[in-house]
Each structure stands twice: as C-alpha cells, then as structure tokens.
C-alpha cells in the first residue's frame, strides 16, 4: 500500500522530516485509511504512528584518534603543516633549551665545582647558543677540564 501522503501528512503534523516517521507495520491498514491530520494525531496518540529519533554522527572514531595522538601516534612528517616554528615557536624553544643550562651552571658553582670566572665564561657561552643542551656542556666542561675535582 501506498503510504506517501499519510507519511508526509505526519510529517508536517509532528513538525519532522519524512525520513523519521515510523509507521506500524501491522497497522498498516487504519494508517492508509486515515486521511486528515486529525486521523493522523488520534493514529500518533495510540502509537500506530512514531517519530525515530534523531541520528547523531558518533564521535568514536574522533575519541580513538585524539587518544592515540595523545599517546603520540600520528605526529610523523606527513601529518605536519606549517613550519617547524609553528609547533614550537622559537622562543619556547630557546627557553626549554637555556633554562635548564643555566640550572645546572649554577648547581655546579654552588656546589664548587666550577670557580666564579668559569661560571661566568660558561654562562656567557650558553647565552651565546654555544650549548646544546646540558649534557654538550657536561661534555664541554669534562674536555676543556674546567672542574676542580
């Protein structure tokens, strides 16, 4: 049986799309009879006649991808855009990188490790982007012999 108009008479009745109207198939026969939407409204009231809820778009996929680039997944080379900055400016970079350098500089001259003057020379150096990082100054300071034990 042809139920187009009485679907889409519900349609416009229950304020839906026709795609979520759902008609009783064991009902199908009171459904093709009804034809005013006051029939329609009285075939709604005793369930002949429901609305399907709304479909949603799952966001599954999207908590997988976010839980695996947490865990560092997906960050390799073809996932990037922009430059190398644009993921950590230089200044951040800068500062991750001389903070540490002058935290171990000054460990190493309150301890006496390194002498005043050393500490200085050092310091000056760091500043200037001579080091690497802490362990290239570790290195530096075992090479040049510039510790005092």
Do not use: C, N
């Not at 799309?17 to 008609?23: E, P, Q, S, V």
């Not at 020379?121 to 290195?139: I, N, P």
């Amino acid at each position: 049986m042809d139920l187009k108009s009485q679907k889409s008479l519900a349609a416009r009745t229950l304020k839906v799309g026709k795609g979520r109207i759902w008609i009783d198939p064991t009902r199908i026969d009171d459904v093709s009879m009804s034809i005013r939407r006051e029939d329609i409204r009285r075939l709604v009231h005793d369930g002949f006649i429901k609305v399907k809820p709304k479909k949603g778009i799952s966001r599954g996929r999207a908590r997988i991808l976010h839980q695996r680039k947490k865990s560092g997944k997906r960050r390799g080379h073809g996932s990037r855009k922009g430059k190398k900055t644009a993921r950590m400016p230089k200044k951040e970079a800068w500062m991750k990188k001389i903070r540490p350098i002058r935290k171990y500089l000054k460990r190493q001259r309150d301890r006496r490790i390194i002498d005043t003057k050393t500490y200085r020379v050092l310091y000056r150096k760091a500043k200037g982007g001579f080091f690497r990082s802490v362990s290239h100054l570790e290195h530096y300071i075992k090479e040049e012999g510039l510790s005092r034990r």
